[in-house]
């Protein structure tokens, strides 16, 4: 590919098309940022806050249905204590997912 930037710092190397900073280029020009690196990099930083905000409410509202961390529903299910619950295990997976991602959106912050 032509024209392309590595972005280096705080976030991890990725390569990006250069017209991708067009429209960051004018609000650097305005002085609301040193460069096109810092604006992706604030960005980035919202977006991953967002991100977080999200699964940390879906998170909180699995700990109020179950009455328990994650980490005591897995026990449970993986233990199988009791009769196995379809919708149990659904929520596991659900659950699983949202500590994931949120786990995975805290390495931008």
């Keep these: 590919m032509k024209n392309l930037v590595v972005i280096m710092g705080d976030v ?3 390569r990006v098309p250069i017209k991708i900073f067009e429209p960051k280029s004018n609000i650097v020009k305005a002085g609301l940022y040193k460069n096109e690196q810092e604006v992706l990099q ?8 967002q991100k977080i905000n999200y699964y940390s409410k879906k998170i909180a509202e699995m700990k109020q249905k179950y009455d328990m961390d994650f980490s005591a529903f897995e026990n449970r299910i993986c233990l199988g204590a009791g009769e196995e619950d379809f919708e149990e295990w659904d929520d596991f997976t659900l659950w699983e997912g949202y500590v994931k991602a949120h786990r ?3 390495q931008y912050l």
């Excluded at 604030?42 to 806050?49: H, K, T, V």
């Design 104 to 106: 995975y959106w805290e």
């Design 42 to 49: 604030c960005l980035l930083r919202n977006q991953a806050e």
């Design 12 to 14: 991890k190397h990725r």
